[in-house]
Structures are given as C-alpha cells and as structure tokens.
C-alpha cells in the first residue's frame, strides 16, 4: 500500500540558507499534518491543512510557510535557517479531519550547519 | 509547558513478560489518547487509541488503559517480543479542535531476548 512520501530523506543547508520540504500524502488523503522533532525531543506539531485550507498552526516560526497544493501534496518552506533548526520534520496524513491515529512518513532529516 | 509527558525514559522487559509504558497528562480537556511506535529513521507508526469514553481499548497484545481522574494511561504489552523494541510516545488530542495531537517524550522499550 501507497504510504505518506516525504522528500529529501536528508538535506544539509547552511545557516541563512533556505530549505524545501515535501509531503506526499497517502492517495485521497486530504489532510497534512507538519511535525518538527529536535534531537532527543518529542514531535511538535506545527501546522496543518485540510482541503488546501491551513486548518491549525502550532510552534512553527514566522521564518518558516507551508502550503498544500491541489493534489493535497504540501511543502514546507523554511528561510533564514539557523542551527537549531536541524531536526526530524515529519508529515502525516489523514482522510478529512478524523479522530483515529493517522499515518506519517518517514520524515526528512534537515541539518544545518 | 510539557502537558503530555512520559516520565520513564527507557524500559527494559525480558521477553514474555509484560511491558508497561506509562503517560501523564495536565489537560483535562484532552478526550483522545494514541500510542505510536517508532524505529530509528523511520515515521511513528499507530499503534491504539482510546477514547475518553472508554477506560480500556484492547487490540492483540497491545491494551491501552485510561484513568481520567488521574489523568493518566498506560500501554501494557503482552506477552512482549524482541520486536516491540522501539521508541513509544503517547499522544492527546482535543477532539472538538483540529486534531493536532501533543505528544509525549517517548519510552524506549528494550525487550531482552
């Protein structure tokens, strides 16, 4: 079965640099869910979309913007990197806005040095 | 403030015994727990839920219990398998908001073979 495909699976920028993330949710899937999880740290949420419509915001920086497209895909763009924000970004996605556990992909480990 | 949180860090169980992953949570307002499973350089995989209706959701050899008045849940893993060595995290989410889920800080289940 078809899973959340999230690229690169590893991307190394330098500070100040910028960096794209991409989601590519599970076929009919609707919602993207943005997780941020720093060395030794739990998943923070960041922000979400549903039907192309941002539906929540967490802890994500204003250096930080997100979209979902119209085939649900969705990218998470990040400018004036700093260092700490090296981490595992994770996207999950779901059918509509459902209570159950929904499905994340493998993440994609950004460094920056 | 760390509203969700897994105080045990690591465990470790033999194998056939029974694991248990504890949670603690401050808000009372969380109505849906999950516990998601995660091997290195890969995405949380679901693994149960429970609602705050119930008090006990049983899959396999995977039951969650939830005790609201003390605001606390619990994953038993029984009988545990070298397999079920992984990161844990709980997670709680607010049903009536956009389904972001707050997780905790993760258990590392060791089961000694």
């Known amino acids: 079965a078809a899973g959340v495909i999230q690229s690169p699976r590893h991307l190394i920028k330098e500070k100040r640099e910028t960096a794209t993330l991409k989601c590519y949710p599970i076929?009919?899937?609707?919602?993207v869910y943005w997780y941020q999880q720093g060395p030794g740290q739990d998943p923070q949420f960041l922000i979400s979309f549903y039907e192309k419509m941002q539906s929540d915001k967490g802890s994500i920086p204003d250096r930080f913007s997100a979209q979902q497209f119209s085939d649900y895909h969705s990218e998470l763009n990040m400018s004036s990197l700093e260092l700490g924000d090296s981490a595992l970004y994770f996207c999950?996605?779901?059918?509509?806005?459902?209570?159950?556990?929904?499905?994340f992909g493998s993440g994609t480990r950004l460094t920056v040095v | 403030d760390q509203q969700v949180k897994q105080n045990s860090p690591s465990l470790s169980v033999q194998e056939g015994r029974i694991s248990i992953l504890n949670c603690d949570y401050t808000n009372s307002m969380f109505d849906y727990f999950l516990w998601y499973k995660k091997y290195p350089a890969e995405g949380p995989t679901f693994l149960i839920s429970?609602?705050?209706?119930?008090d006990k959701n049983e899959d396999g050899r995977f039951t969650v219990f939830l005790n609201k008045s003390a605001k606390h849940l619990s994953l038993h893993i029984v009988p545990s398998q070298p397999g079920d060595s992984a990161v844990y995290f709980c997670?709680?989410?607010?049903?009536?908001?956009?389904?972001?889920?707050?997780f905790g800080t993760g258990t590392r289940l060791k089961v000694l073979a």
């Open positions: 999950a996605s779901t059918y509509g806005l459902i209570y159950d556990g929904y499905t």
């Open positions: 429970i609602s705050s209706i119930k």
């Open positions: 076929p009919r899937h609707d919602t």
């Open positions: 997670a709680a989410s607010v049903t009536s908001g956009t389904y972001k889920y707050i």
